[in-house]
């Protein structure tokens, strides 16, 4: 099985940009899909891309699709968020989350990092 731990996340001011990272340890990295997900204050966890193993294939949330970009580079067994012209409702904790699919299915994710805070002011 794979641990993740995410990093990047911060306090930063709306339309700025951060990049969140998400390394991956004890297993082959890309034999897994990735998938960020975030989970706003008092609200439900909500998914916003995944990624194929190979990089190769991405998903996007219609909330995100065009702002933010995700990648990953397995040598370095790290999956990446870009995220741009953030707004004050990007406030949330992010999510790695490593399983078989990279689609929108919450459940479908088997490993899941513990979460970096993004604080969005306005």
């Known amino acids: 099985q794979v641990q993740l731990t995410e990093s990047g996340g911060g306090s930063v001011q709306a339309g700025a940009s951060l990049t969140l990272s998400c390394v991956g340890s004890?297993?082959?990295?890309?034999?897994?899909?990735v998938g960020w997900i975030r989970q706003p204050p008092g609200k439900e966890r909500e998914f916003l891309a995944g990624?194929?193993?190979?990089?190769?294939?991405?998903y996007y949330a219609d909330s995100v699709e065009g702002r933010f970009t995700i990648s990953r580079d397995n040598a370095r067994n790290t999956a990446f968020l870009q995220m741009n012209s953030l707004k004050p409702e990007d406030t949330a904790v992010y999510f790695c989350?490593?399983?078989?699919?990279?689609?929108?299915?919450?459940?479908?994710?088997?490993?899941w990092g513990q979460g970096t805070q993004v604080t969005v002011s306005s």
């Open positions: 989350a490593a399983g078989p699919f990279y689609g929108s299915a919450l459940d479908g994710y088997d490993y």
């Open positions: 990624i194929g193993g190979s990089g190769r294939a991405t």
């Open positions: 004890g297993d082959t990295f890309s034999k897994y899909s």
